[in-house]
């Protein structure tokens, strides 16, 4: 299902038109390699843009970027130009003496009929020449949708990678004492703003899951005492049941075409297998049928895999990571770590699968390659688990409760950029959705 928001949000190229970076030879100095081990993160100035709601959207572009970690804004204090006409060059000397080596300048107006224009512009200061300039149209309510889509490209001008700002995040809202704790379906801007909350308490909700392709969700809920599957439609609040699953612990996940989900139902003789469900017809296929506990699949975003973990070679409660065809064809064993794998999830980008593993008394968020290779841990604690992909790949988000209850937190693929979500409640269950349309 489309967005709602589309028709309300428009983007045209400024009249000087958007140079493209392929073209220019002062590229490399603003090019900054994600792929690098360590990546040093970008100065980058950002000034106020001009009018009224100007600083509001420059703020969320500054602190969206700042919380990739790959870019570093310089304090406004430093700047030696002040910026009164944001369309023309600036003084690229002056952004020099302070070591910026991008700037971006913008402003935001009111148009006749009531929408807000808001513009920007990317200046590539050791290569003293524009990089792009766009400009934005949209209602009052969307002004925060503007500036996450301004930072989006300005990560992707400099990085060559699509970013991940214009996005939601749906999770469980928690709130009211540890022994009768309410539970609500919640959805918010990946930045925390703007929650809205989708489901009203009276069932215990749980494990939502986005589509790779709409903007609707799969969750269960126990609203008669009983886990049922639900469909979501997010914009227009329209739900279907997709079934009663009574050995069901954890939502489907879908399908990277959107058409089908797929689950672990516990079945009567007691062991726990993965099946597919085609969401047209309410047909299921059995991808797995063995006396072990198989459970957390995930798919490869090409769709001809799955990734999910088993006991079956690994002792009681010792599940590993395992990868099958999409069929069920050829399951085998990827992970050979010390300690328990669970809730795995295939990047976006296909190369890395992402885990909680329980070692050593903690709980560890990690990657790993997709034969099993090059395992990193990206943070250990107490208790935390997850973890959902940001749409490029490149992020990750998890909750981590630390005593009194689930709070949510995002790291990167470096580790060292975690970051805590803000939340108003406690909070678990995080998805990502794709970007926004």
């Avoid at 080596?101 to 807000?116: N, P």
């Avoid at 790993?368 to 973890?387: A, C, H, N, V, W």
């Amino acid at each position: 299902m489309k967005s709602i928001l589309k028709p309300l949000l428009m983007v045209a190229a400024m009249a000087v038109g958007i140079i493209s970076v392929a073209t220019l030879p002062a590229r490399a100095t603003l090019e900054l390699n994600v792929n690098k081990g360590n990546v040093e993160p970008m100065p980058i100035a950002i000034p106020d843009f001009q009018g009224g709601l100007g600083p509001q959207i420059s703020e969320i572009v500054t602190a969206d970027l700042k919380r990739s970690g790959l870019f570093a804004p310089i304090d406004k204090a430093a700047f030696v130009e002040k910026i009164t006409n944001p369309d023309a060059a600036p003084r690229y000397e002056d952004w020099k003496v302070i070591n910026a080596q991008a700037l971006v300048t913008g402003s935001v107006s009111k148009e006749a009929d009531g929408r807000i224009r808001a513009q920007y512009r990317l200046w590539d200061i050791f290569g003293n020449q524009q990089l792009a300039g766009e400009q934005f149209f949209a209602n009052d309510a969307n002004q925060r949708r503007v500036a996450h889509i301004i930072a989006d490209a300005i990560y992707e001008k400099i990085t060559g990678e699509k970013g991940y700002f214009d996005t939601r995040v749906v999770f469980v809202d928690e709130s009211g004492p540890k022994n009768a704790r309410k539970k609500r379906l919640a959805i918010m801007d990946q930045d925390g703003a703007n929650v809205r909350y989708l489901s009203d308490g009276r069932a215990i909700v749980l494990t939502p899951r986005f589509s790779p392709n709409r903007q609707e969700i799969t969750y269960m809920s126990y609203e008669s005492g009983q886990p049922k599957v639900y469909l979501l439609q997010i914009e227009t609040g329209q739900r279907e049941l997709v079934g009663n699953f009574p050995g069901m612990t954890f939502a489907p996940r879908f399908s990277p075409d959107g058409q089908k989900v797929i689950m672990s139902l516990l079945r009567d003789d007691g062991n726990s297998n993965i099946f597919a469900m085609d969401l047209r017809s309410r047909s299921t296929t059995r991808l797995t049928d063995s006396t072990a506990i198989d459970t957390s699949p995930s798919y490869s975003p090409d769709g001809s895999q799955v990734v999910f973990t088993s006991d079956r070679g690994g002792g009681s409660g010792r599940s590993q990571i395992y990868v099958m065809g999409a069929d069920g064809s050829n399951p085998h064993r990827i992970s050979f770590g010390d300690g328990v794998y669970s809730t795995p999830v295939w990047s976006p980008r296909g190369d890395l699968i992402a885990f909680t593993k329980q070692s050593g008394g903690e709980f560890q968020i990690g990657v790993m390659k997709t034969d099993g290779s090059g395992e990193r841990i990206l943070s250990s604690g107490f208790q935390q688990e997850g973890p959902p992909w940001a749409p490029n790949g490149r992020v990750l988000m998890f909750f981590r409760d630390s005593g009194g209850g689930p709070k949510l937190v995002s790291v990167d693929l470096t580790g060292r950029n975690e970051q805590p979500i803000p939340t108003a409640n406690y909070a678990s269950d995080p998805a990502w959705s794709p970007l926004l349309e």
